[in-house]
């Protein structure tokens, strides 16, 4: 089944502690993205990738890295989380600049 | 600056009426429009992408309509059912010039079929 995977799922985490969250697609996409959604703000894009080692920024690049080694992986990594940046994450992908853009399931992060 | 609007931002209808989500979008030079549906705490799921030269795309009982010179998208849902019930968003594709360009979404239209 093609489909956009992101793991985990639900984050319980603390101020500072470095966390990862994994995402990889099935479809042999070019362009993967990361967003943020939050209640009143909509959906933000964080960071995203037209291919293998080429990534560039958001609207809300800060306080995120990421990283594309490899075509099907695209992780976001939190390397000293806040409060503020609990929130819904979802990565998505999809073929071309112009193609249709498809989402994986999110990941709800809490920041304590 | 691109601002993509859904009005209303709740709708509650009963079960087998026809529908229509508006979305509007202030800059007429888009690349495409796609239309997502969102259920609570979950991913977006693609329901239809209309290109720019396109008037409209169908699927099922969904058909989602493209204005570009009057910014303005629709989509119609015919014989509503409880199980359409989730949050609507459209988002509009445009180019920044170079390989970089930008979905933009609208903050999204609430839908409560009545059984």
């Known amino acids: 089944e093609a489909q956009v995977t992101q793991n985990p799922r639900y984050l319980i985490t603390v101020t500072g502690k470095k966390l990862t969250v994994t995402c990889s697609q099935n479809m042999n996409h070019e362009y993967m993205s990361w967003y943020r959604q939050d209640p009143g703000l909509g959906l933000r894009q964080i960071y995203y990738?037209?291919?293998?080692?080429?990534?560039d920024k958001g609207d809300v690049p800060e306080g995120y890295k990421v990283s594309r080694k490899e075509k099907r992986n695209f992780p976001l990594i939190l390397e000293s989380p806040s409060p503020n940046q609990t929130s819904l994450y979802f990565c998505?992908?999809?073929?071309?600049?112009?193609?249709?853009?498809?989402f994986g399931p999110g990941t709800r992060l809490t920041v304590l | 600056k691109q601002e993509v609007t859904q009005i209303p931002a709740a709708l509650s209808v009963p079960e087998g009426e026809n529908l229509v989500l508006n979305c509007s979008f202030t800059?007429?030079?888009?690349?495409?429009l796609q239309w997502f549906r969102q259920d609570p705490g979950k991913g977006l799921t693609s329901l239809l992408l209309i290109q720019s030269s396109q008037r409209e795309q169908t699927s099922g009982r969904l058909n989602a309509s493209l204005d570009k010179s009057s910014g303005r998208s629709t989509l119609y849902i015919a014989a509503s059912q409880p199980g359409d019930s989730a949050t609507y968003l459209c988002a509009v594709r445009i180019d920044y010039g170079g390989a970089t360009n930008k979905l933009i979404f609208g903050t999204g239209t609430l839908l409560a079929v009545q059984p």
């Open positions: 990738s037209m291919n293998v080692e080429v990534t």
């Open positions: 998505a992908s999809r073929a071309g600049a112009w193609h249709e853009q498809f």
């Open positions: 800059d007429s030079a888009i690349y495409n």
